[in-house]
T-cell receptor, first 114, second 110 residues
Framework: EAQVTQNPRYLITVTGKKLTVTCSQN?????MSWYRQDPGLGLRQIYY???????DKGDVPEGYKVSRKEKRNFPLILESPSPNQTSLYFC?????????????FGQGTRLTVV | GENVEQHPSTLSVQEGDSAVIKCTYS??????FPWYKQELGKRPQLIID?????GEKKDQRIAVTLNKTAKHFSLHITETQPEDSAVYFC?????????FGSGTRLQVQP
């Protein structure tokens, strides 16, 4: 089954404790991105990757890191989480962004930083 | 960068009525405009999209219109049903990213 898989689904952590949210897709998509969803603000892009080893900042990149060593994986790293990073996070992938193809979303990760 | 505004933020209709959600965008280079539906506790899923060379697209009860001159596009849902209740997001695509609107919570009252 074609899908985007995120883990974990839920995470509660303490301020300053490094964490990684994994994202994997099995559709051979070139483009992957991370969004955070907050009430009244919609989905805001954190980072994106056009292809392997090519990543760039989105609209709200502060406090986050990403890597794209393999085509299928695009982990989101919070080196020192803070309470303002409490949010619902979605990973998404699409075949090639420049061809305007459908973005497929993961199930979401609800992160709480206390 | 691109900025997408979406209205209204909440919309309540009676079953069988029509619902209209409107979005405006700022970047004239945007050329792809998808709409996503997000049910409670689930991931956003594409319901319809339109490209900049098309003015209108329809798929059963849903339709999208695009006015490139005015930089606005709209989602129309006819004969609404309770299962249409969800949050709807519009988006505009530039060369690097999809930029989403803030969402519209649609409630269809039986």
């Amino acid at each position: 089954e074609a899908q985007v898989t995120q883990n974990p689904r839920y995470l509660i952590t303490v301020t300053g404790k490094k964490l990684t949210v994994t994202c994997s897709q099995n559709m051979n998509h070139e483009y992957m991105s991370w969004y955070r969803q907050d009430p009244g603000l919609g989905l805001r892009q954190i980072y994106y990757s056009m292809n392997v080893e090519v990543t760039d900042k989105g609209d709200v990149p502060e406090g986050y890191k990403v890597s794209r060593k393999e085509k299928r994986n695009f982990p989101l790293i919070l080196e020192s989480p803070s309470p303002n990073q409490t949010s619902l996070y979605f990973c998404a992938s699409s075949l090639r962004h420049t061809e305007n193809t459908e973005a497929f979303f993961g199930q979401g990760t609800r992160l709480t930083v206390v | 960068g691109e900025n997408v505004e979406q209205h209204p933020s909440t919309l309540s209709v009676q079953e069988g009525d029509s619902a209209v959600i409107k979005c405006t965008y700022s970047d004239s280079a945007s050329n792809y405009f998808p709409w996503y539906k997000q049910e409670l506790g689930k991931r956003p899923q594409l319901i319809i999209d339109i490209r900049s060379n098309v003015g209108e697209k329809k798929d059963q009860r849903i339709a999208v219109t695009l006015n490139k001159t005015a930089k606005h596009f709209s989602l129309h849902i006819t004969e609404t049903q309770p299962e249409d209740s969800a949050v709807y997001f519009c988006a505009a695509s530039t060369w690097r990213a999809l930029t989403f609107g803030s969402g519209t919570r649609l409630q269809v009252q039986p």
